[in-house]
C-alpha cells in the first residue's frame, strides 16, 4: 500500500516534466505542488524503508527548491514592471530630477536582467 502511494505521487510528478522547459509560470508552480506532495508521502512512509528513501528525498527536495526559486523570480519578473512604473509616476509627482527616475529604472532593469 505504502509503495502504491509513492508511485501515485511520483507518477503524477514526473507526468508535469514536459512544463519544465515552457515559461508558464503556473505550471512550474503545479509541478512544484507535486514535488512536495511526493516528498510528504516518501517523508510520511519512510519508517516502513529504513534509510532507502532518504536519497530519494533529497532529490525531491532538490527539485521542489529549484521550482521554487523558479517561482520566485517569474513573481518578480512580473512585479518589476509595475514597480517601475509606480516609481515613475510619484518620481513625476515629487517633480524629482529625470536622472534619478533613470537612475532608479536602471537599477531595476539591471536585477531583472541578473
Excluded at 15 to 44: G, S
Excluded at 54 to 80: A, S
Aim: hydrophobic share 40%.
Amino acid at each position: 500500500m505504502a509503495q502504491l502511494h509513492i508511485s501515485e505521487k511520483l507518477n503524477e510528478f514526473l507526468a508535469m516534466q514536459n512544463c519544465v522547459h515552457t515559461d508558464d509560470p503556473e505550471r512550474h508552480h503545479r509541478m512544484r505542488i507535486r514535488a512536495k506532495w511526493l516528498r510528504y508521502a516518501m517523508e510520511f512512509l519512510s519508517p516502513l524503508y529504513g534509510m532507502e528513501l532518504e536519497e530519494y528525498i533529497t532529490t525531491t527536495k532538490q527539485f521542489q527548491d529549484i521550482l521554487g526559486q523558479k517561482h520566485d523570480l517569474d513573481v518578480w519578473i512580473e512585479l518589476v514592471p509595475n514597480l517601475m512604473a509606480e516609481m515613475t509616476a510619484e518620481f513625476i509627482s515629487e517633480r524629482k530630477k529625470t536622472e534619478e527616475i533613470a537612475d532608479v529604472e536602471n537599477g531595476l532593469l539591471t536585477f531583472l536582467e541578473t
